[in-house]
């Protein structure tokens, strides 16, 4: 369960319980939304040789570029692939590394021959008897 605060609204300053997430009112909130949409559209119709950055996408849309930043900083554009800095997306380079080492460390683990009795099996058992 999540703690709520009194914040201020990082778009139009109003006072307003926060939930998590992005600080933002419930009324900017849906206006986010609203311009995700907009901007989404406009990156998805953009030629591969066209390049934008938040301030271009801000002034593309008609909006003030706090709200794209705001957008960017919530992962709205990662999650759909999209990047506005210039560099290759965080999550999706992470997923390379991760899915990398996870094919190397199945390389690795067909070299080795598997235990015989199992991972819990204890050698000092059969010591003993």
Do not use: W
Not at 75 to 81: A, C, V
Request: glycine share 8%.
């Amino acid at each position: 369960m999540n703690a709520r605060e009194l914040k201020n609204c990082r778009i139009c300053g109003k006072v307003f319980l926060h939930h998590g997430g992005i600080v933002v009112c419930e009324e900017c909130r849906k206006d986010l939304d609203d311009i995700y949409i907009k901007a989404r559209d406009i990156l998805r119709e953009k030629k591969d040789s066209e390049e934008f950055d938040s301030i271009r996408l801000a002034e593309e849309v008609g909006v003030d570029p706090i709200c794209i930043h705001i957008l960017v900083e919530g992962g709205y554009f990662e999650r759909d692939g999209f990047d506005l800095d210039g560099t290759v997306s965080t999550r999706k380079s992470l997923a390379r590394s991760f899915e990398a080492e996870l094919n190397r460390k199945k390389r690795d683990d067909q070299g080795k021959k598997p235990p015989s009795r199992g991972m819990f099996y204890d050698e000092r058992r059969d010591k003993d008897r």
